[in-house]
């Protein structure tokens, strides 16, 4: 089992950058697939950006080319850099984990492990 804990969300003005941080502890979180997921008030929760046990990376149309995930295998850390930054961003969001290639990549219900979320802002 592993457990995700978000970091780094908050306010910022549109055009503007934020980096979020999701530090995974538990059994060999360098073997889970890591995504990113975002839910806006009255909006169903939506995914962002994963990063693959393997290595690959992949984003949603919404933020394709401003945002990028990564990750730091040293320290069992994936971040969110998210630049650019538009009202339509605004959102909590989640990090989440799991350990098998069942399902989607970019469906929230193939994920096993999921971190408290952070608020993001944007204002303009």
């Known amino acids: 089992q592993v457990q995700p804990v978000e970091s780094g969300g908050g306010l910022v003005e549109a055009g503007g950058s934020l980096r979020l941080s999701c530090a995974v502890s538990g059994r060999t979180p360098s073997a889970y697939t890591m995504g990113w997921f975002r839910q806006a008030p009255r909006k169903e929760r939506e995914f962002v950006a994963v990063f693959t046990w393997g290595g690959g990376t992949a984003y949603a149309d919404a933020v394709k080319g401003r945002f990028t995930v990564s990750k730091d295998n040293a320290n069992n850390t994936v971040y969110l850099q998210m630049n650019s930054l538009k009202l339509e961003d605004t959102a909590i969001y989640y990090c989440?984990?799991?350990?098998?290639?069942?399902?989607?990549?970019?469906?929230?219900?193939?994920?096993?492990?999921w971190g408290q979320g952070t608020q993001v802002t944007v204002s303009s």
């Open positions: 989440a984990a799991r350990g098998t290639d069942r399902g989607a990549y970019y469906s929230s219900g193939s994920y096993d492990y």
